[in-house]
DNA sequence: AATTTAAAAGACAAAAACATCTTTTAATCT
DNA sequence: AGATTAAAAGATGTTTTTGTCTTTTAAATT
């Protein structure tokens, strides 16, 4: 489904925000530790994710990451889009070129009701919603 | 979700069950040309599928792969199993460690009716079952 | 027995994904 | 201004996945 570096991207962007904020930032290196991935591997992520404007970073000393309250508002997939491309969820499950109710594959029906669930909550959910619901349901991030 | 190899795998192994039979083969060379896919790379997968008894073969003139009224009865899972590994099913959407109630990601319970949309197809339906229903439905396999 | 056919097997090559390391830039603090 | 800190940027390395090619083996046909 997600590559890694989508999976590493969704996880820390949950994390910063639930823990960051403009005055409340983190840096690559402490991130990368909670999250336990590679931190220059992350620092690359975190670079395309602040490059695409989904979250906000500052240089130099209190430095760090941070996600801003405009970018809680963003659904997940928009980071979905940002690192795995925006086919993921349009895309046949077999690879054939064209996935639609007109010459669907042997798995197209059952693989449709398996997106929609996931779809609910990575395009009709923003950021902060799904967080909020996390941190309801005593979730780690 | 699932790898290209297994994609290959899938689409190869319903399509031998719709098309062939002991008694009536297909080459690497014409299922290649059917499926649109890379000859040596689907010989490979063959090849494997072969060596765990999910398909069956024949060598010399006359020969090629086959589906047995036998093979046919496996569910598509020993198909996805032989390619990817038992994981696919069981594990964590953002690359947890475990995947499971207790200690579930943010994503887990949707990520759940997801999988279990097609663990009915692919688990609890035999092969021959899903050629079946795709052929009544006039699916091209 | 010789020839042909097609899978089995394995070596090889290219591309993509994953990961690390180093240098540069900019902000803060002294 | 100089030192320090941390992201930005980019070069480089490794592994996995994907794909191709060649040789070997075995069956069928002549
Ligand atoms: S056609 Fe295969 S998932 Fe839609
Ligand atoms: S814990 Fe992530 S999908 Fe189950």
Do not use: W
């Not at 930032?25 to 990368?32: D, H």
């Not at 659904?75 to 996935?99: N, T, W, Y």
């Not at 779809?119 to 780690?140: F, N, T």
Request: with cysteine.
């Amino acid at each position: 489904m997600f590559s890694k570096s989508c999976k590493y991207a969704i996880r820390a962007v949950l994390h910063l925000a639930a823990f960051t904020a403009e005055e409340r930032k983190l840096g690559v290196q402490a991130l990368a530790d909670s999250l336990e991935v590679p931190k220059h591997f992350l620092g690359k992520i975190l670079q395309e994710l602040s490059r695409q404007g989904i979250v906000s970073s500052a240089k130099g000393p209190t430095g760090g990451f941070f996600l801003s309250d405009a970018d809680r508002q963003a659904p997940l997939s928009r980071v979905v889009e940002a690192i795995d491309g925006p086919e993921v969820f349009s895309s046949c499950i077999l690879g054939l070129p064209v996935c639609g109710a007109d010459n669907p594959c042997p798995l197209h029906f059952q693989a449709l009701e398996y997106r929609e669930a996931l779809q609910e909550i990575i395009e009709d959910r923003s950021i902060a919603q799904v967080v909020e619901g996390a941190l309801e349901k005593d979730l780690k991030l």
